[in-house]
């Protein structure tokens, strides 16, 4: 390859043109780096240039966007410091009330072309710190979802099949992930391609969820296996025998 192919390969990865790469690379350069309140009010004016936001996106200082025109905010959706959105070619939209945490990543950088790809999040998430997501085969996520820290959503998977050639010479599945609304994702869960996590499940830390789970699911384990049905009154007992708390943020939301 050449390097006036590399750096075409270059471009079409940071970007949908070469004058929209000028355009961000320009406004991000100005404000991407300005901390505190004042940072974030100059960055909610001069982003909605360059993404798709439903009022002044809440974005916070050393913020990564690449392809931010396929990115879609709803109101009040906030990204914290560190955050990677990687949105080329099929886009990322989030839904209002949704918080991406520090470090977390969402990629879809879609290189082969899969008409499938994006990642789509519903209303009034939370991803915890690092929290990494992978969308090459489309990532679908309900409202209300949580997740823990550090957990990985990946819609995609290699292909290995062949010992005589090297791995990343033989393509990759992606059949996508569908994660239903009101799911808890505790900390350092994966979720590998394929799988759709039913309304309301749990899934404990450390789990790797390689099959679907049914609606209200508690999942532990390695492979993660349902281990009670939150609809039964045994399996939630104990999870409210203490004392319940409500942060401030959830009372002005609720109110």
Known sequence: MGMLQELNYYL????????RYVVEQLVMGLVSGIPSLVGVGLRGIAYKAILKSDGLPLIEHHVRLLSPSNITLGKNVYLDSNVYLNALPGGITIGAGTNLMHGTVFHVFNYRGLPQAGIWVGKNCFFGEYTCIRGQGGVHI???VYTGTQVQIAAVNHVYTDPDKYIKDQGITAEGITIEDDVWLASN???VDGVTIGKGS?????AVVNKSLPPYSVAVGVPAKVVKDRRE????????EGQVHFGALE???QG
């Open 12 to 19: 079409k990865s940071q970007s949908n043109s070469i004058p």
């Open 142 to 144: 309900g409202d209300g």
């Open 189 to 191: 869960v994966v979720v």
């Open 202 to 206: 749990v899934v404990g830390a450390g």
């Open 233 to 240: 009154a045994s399996a939630v007992r104990k999870a409210v």
């Open 251 to 253: 009372q002005m939301r």
